[in-house]
């Protein structure tokens, strides 16, 4: 751009500097009394001729090489223009000399005026048709042959005009221009300069930037110094004369530098096709190689695609429902276990979505899904709740695996399904059992613990140490059955989803401190200190209180279990965008490494925390995973052995009144 803006001011300086110059040349010599001998005014005449039949030749003989109308017309107009002038000058020279010097001037006079007419108009007319083919297309194309035949026609017309017209008056001494006609051609060059320089072409064509430089001097020849002079062979008369020959020359100049440009594209474009050549040999080369490369692989192909058929079969025969689909979820394969799991055949499961026996489960959980196989490009395992086309409604165990291309962009996804209808049955059926139990077991184990701690206490009466003893073991031992039990019902609340999710607003370091309490005894046994930070102003969080409890407790129990004594537990709580933050850091032992991965998996417990309680359960994480898995929240850890853990929850601050609809639905 900057270049363009600085080829475009150039220029314009130059013609600016030309018009100055031509200014300049009028004022210095319109006063001086010039002599001209004979030669010279024999070699203007013979410039007069030569120069502006060798541009109408040039001219045209590159016009079919282009095509630009342009050409055809400049070129037609100087050949126009040297025919008058040759004519003019045989005229003025062998037969007009006898003649009275009135006569004589006028013929010389009038010569000049057609001659400069007949060129101003044509190079006028190739701005014209130029623009109005730009406009209109084709309806405005000329043929060569009418622009020729006009060219004729308007040069017989000259001829007429000079060979049978008595000529007007060539001057008129009574005006301030002496010879006013000549402003005619000089208008029309006047036009062509106008027109030449807004079409702006000039910018980037030598050619137009030169032509308009001679349509400068011939319209500042015209009008400045022939329409001023005020005699035959006059000092502006010689001026005209010389601006004529220039502006000839100039074109010359711009005839040349674009056949020039021309000839210096060809040899690019010479260069060009050789390099192409090299380049199409070195393809051919290694082509031949692939292609003798190819021939070898054909036998290997072949082995391949027997092996693909086999794998297509295995696929297509399997148990499990496998489905392929685009990254949009459009469904491209579908085996058999697919059509006989749903029920839909498999022209209608082509081409369709998953939504087609899908599309029951909670809307959040079909957000999470999506984020983790299309954004974040991670396998994906969950259960679904589907609908067979008879209405039948079946669950499914689904992993679904994004296949990346080389650029780790998503192209398909490959889901991998089961129906676990009859499983879950089952797990029902034990959970409900569990549940029954544990809320038998509930009362029973609740009046031990009430009637030992009564009688520890001395409620019942005085007895023994090695009686209170025995009631202290049995209070314990009742104690760790009550919170087992406690933790059975926990787990089959969560996996027969009948836990009850009311959200209200939370103060969240209120909620942990009355955790803290319900702890304080366990705390001050083992003397560890707890540190709560929180932000000033921390929103309040729609969260249900039992729930939040349940995690807390759990988090806050393992790190005093798994913690020394004389240790600190720190709680950080923080707004974090539309999410509130729970770190919760202890100094305890740590998860092995290797272990990271199991952590929240049901009944897991890690090698050094076995060694330091044998009696835990490996539900406690599990449960709180599945508890924020299914209220929208979010849990992540990182721990180091013997140093200690640091767990992350992210609770959501506020929820659309759909949103909590949706998770009661989901619990």
């Not at 392929?324 to 085996?335: C, S």
């Not at 991670?378 to 679904?384: A, L, P, S």
């Not at 539900?619 to 140093?643: C, H, N, P, R, W």
């Amino acid at each position: 751009m900057k270049r363009r803006n600085s080829l475009n001011n150039s220029g314009v300086l130059v013609y600016l500097i030309c018009l100055l110059g031509l200014v300049f040349l009028y004022f210095l010599f319109r006063d001086v009394d010039w002599n001209v001998t004979t030669s010279l005014n024999t070699i203007i005449d013979i410039n007069s001729v030569l120069i502006p039949l060798i541009v109408s030749v040039l001219v045209l003989v590159r016009f079919p090489s282009k095509k630009n109308y342009i050409f055809l017309f400049i070129g037609i107009g100087f050949l126009g223009a040297t025919i008058l002038d040759a004519y003019d000058s045989i005229m003025t020279t062998m037969v007009l000399e006898e003649l009275p010097e009135s006569q004589y001037g006028s013929f010389f006079t009038w010569g000049w005026f057609a001659s400069r007419l007949f060129l101003s108009v044509f190079i006028f007319l190739s701005y014209v048709l130029t623009e109005l083919r730009k406009i209109h297309g084709k309806v405005a194309e000329v043929s060569e042959p009418v622009v020729y035949a006009l060219g004729w026609i308007l040069l017989l017309a000259a001829f007429i005009f000079l060979g049978f017209v008595d000529f007007p008056q060539a001057y008129i001494y009574t005006s301030v221009v002496s010879r006013p006609y000549e402003l005619l051609a000089g208008m029309f060059f006047l036009l062509s300069f106008i027109g030449y320089l807004k079409k702006g072409d000039w910018r980037n064509s030598n050619f137009e930037f030169w032509v308009i430089i001679s349509l400068l001097i011939s319209f500042m020849g015209q009008v400045m110094f022939m329409a001023f002079s005020k005699e035959l062979f006059d000092p502006m008369y010689y001026l005209a004369e010389l601006a004529k020959i220039i502006s000839y020359l100039v074109v010359l100049v711009a005839i040349i530098a674009d056949v020039f440009t021309l000839f210096k594209e060809a040899v690019r474009n010479e260069k060009r096709l050789e390099i192409q050549n090299i380049k199409l040999r070195s393809a051919m080369n290694e082509l031949e190689a692939k292609s003798h490369k190819l021939m070898l692989n054909m036998e290997k192909i072949k082995k391949q695609s027997e092996e693909l058929k086999r794998l297509h079969l295995v696929v297509e025969n399997t148990s499990d429902h496998i489905i392929i689909t685009d990254n949009e979820g459009t469904i491209l394969y579908a085996n058999k276990a697919a059509v006989q799991i749903s029920g839909y055949t498999k022209e209608e499961i082509i081409f369709s979505n998953p939504k087609l026996w899908g599309g029951r489960m909670p809307t959040q959980y079909y957000e999470d899904l999506w984020d983790t196989i299309k954004i974040k490009k991670k396998e994906y395992t969950g259960e679904f709740v589907n609908r067979k086309k008879n209405g039948e409604i079946f669950i499914e165990e689904i992993t679904i695996t994004p296949i990346l291309d080389d650029n780790n962009n998503v192209q398909y996804f490959v889901a991998i399904g089961r129906d676990v209808t009859q499983f879950k049955a089952i797990e029902n059926v034990k959970s409900e059992f569990i549940s029954l139990v544990s809320h038998q077991l509930k009362t029973p184990i609740s009046t031990i613990r009430w009637y030992t701690e009564a009688m520890i206490q001395g409620d019942m009466g005085d007895m023994s140490d090695l009686q209170k003893e025995a009631l202290q073991t049995v209070y314990s031992s009742s104690a760790r059955m009550a919170n087992l039990i406690q933790i059975f019902l926990h787990v089959s609340k969560i996996e027969m989803g009948s836990f009850r999710y009311e959200p209200e607003p939370l103060n969240i370091a209120e909620e942990i401190r009355k955790v803290e309490n319900k702890l304080k005894v366990n705390l001050e046994r083992k003397n560890m200190e707890v540190e709560i930070k929180e932000d000033a102003q921390l929103p309040l969080v729609d969260y249900d209180a039992n729930l939040l409890d349940v995690i807390i407790q759990n988090l806050f129990s393992n790190a005093i279990k798994y913690s020394d004594e004389n240790t600190k537990i720190e709680i950080t709580v923080k707004k974090i965008g539309n999410n509130i933050e729970i770190i919760m850091k202890d100094q305890g032992c740590g998860i092995p490494q290797d272990q990271h991965a199991k952590i929240f998996s049901k009944m897991f417990r890690a090698d050094n925390a076995k060694q330091i309680d044998p009696n835990g359960t490996g539900l406690g994480l599990y449960i709180v995973k599945k508890i924020l898995d299914k209220t929208g929240g979010e849990i992540a850890f990182k721990s180091e052995e013997d140093v200690g853990t640091t767990f992350f929850i992210k609770l959501p601050i506020r929820r659309k009144s759909d949103k909590i609809r949706e998770l009661k639905e989901g619990i």
